[in-house]
């Protein structure tokens, strides 16, 4: 019990430490910036916000650390199965790379599988690792895509994310309720027909 305790913990450790930071804190930045934005930053509310602010983002970016094919490490597995696989409303959050503002929104994946197929539950967690960056939705819709065709060696690969950015709802753009929805296709995802029993299957009320 206790051993597999702390080999949780160690995991989870790894996962926090963006790779390359040396661990580094940030404070001292975040605490300029609040002064720079013509605030206190010794005032009571806000003296312990540069430190929450570096563990916040050190999460928030996590993904970079990750390594991916520790995450799904036996979590594959060989069937004779070569039909399609469909986990959607996934819930994630991602920053976007140009204002570092959140954006979130829920991601559709899919794979018609080539006799491979992986773990229900490590579906949304691929989707997390690539989440957890400085992103644009764009991107990240085909790192989720390419990164299960390489793992899954699938017929197809299809994602549909469809998010809501908070850099366009907060600030003058005023669009509060507009999404944004990118899609990558890849295998026989592009043709028609396989295309469209996905998107169909996407959109079907549980
Ligand atoms: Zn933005």
């Known amino acids: 019990m206790r051993r597999e305790n702390r080999m949780r913990s160690k995991a989870a ?4 430490t963006p790779k390359g930071s040396g661990h580094k804190s940030i404070a001292p930045l975040v605490s300029e910036m609040i002064s ?6 010794e ?33 594959i ?31 559709h994946v899919g794979y018609l599988a080539r006799n491979k197929v992986i773990g229900l539950s490590k579906i949304p967690r691929i989707v997390d690792v690539f ?32 998010a809501q950015h908070f850099c366009m709802m907060m600030r003058g753009v005023e669009k509060q309720h507009s999404g944004t929805v990118t899609s990558a296709m890849l295998g026989e995802f592009k043709q028609k027909e396989t295309r469209n029993e996905f998107l169909a299957l996407v959109k079907q009320k549980a």
């Open 13 to 16: 450790v790894k996962v926090m």
């Open 36 to 41: 720079r934005l013509g605030e206190d930053p």
């Open 77 to 107: 597995f060989e069937v004779q199965y070569e039909e399609m696989v469909i986990v959607k409303d996934i819930e994630f959050f991602s920053m976007c790379e140009h204002h570092m503002l959140p954006f979130y929104g829920k991601a």
């Open 43 to 75: 005032r009571e509310g806000l003296v312990r916000t540069p430190e929450r602010v570096d563990k916040a983002m050190k999460f928030l970016t996590s993904g970079y650390s990750v390594d991916v094919d520790k995450l799904v490490n036996g979590a």
């Open 131 to 162: 989440a957890r960056r400085l992103q644009i939705q764009e991107r990240l819709t085909q790192q989720i895509a390419h990164c299960l065709l390489e793992m899954l060696d699938p017929l197809g690969v299809g994602v549909v994310l469809e």
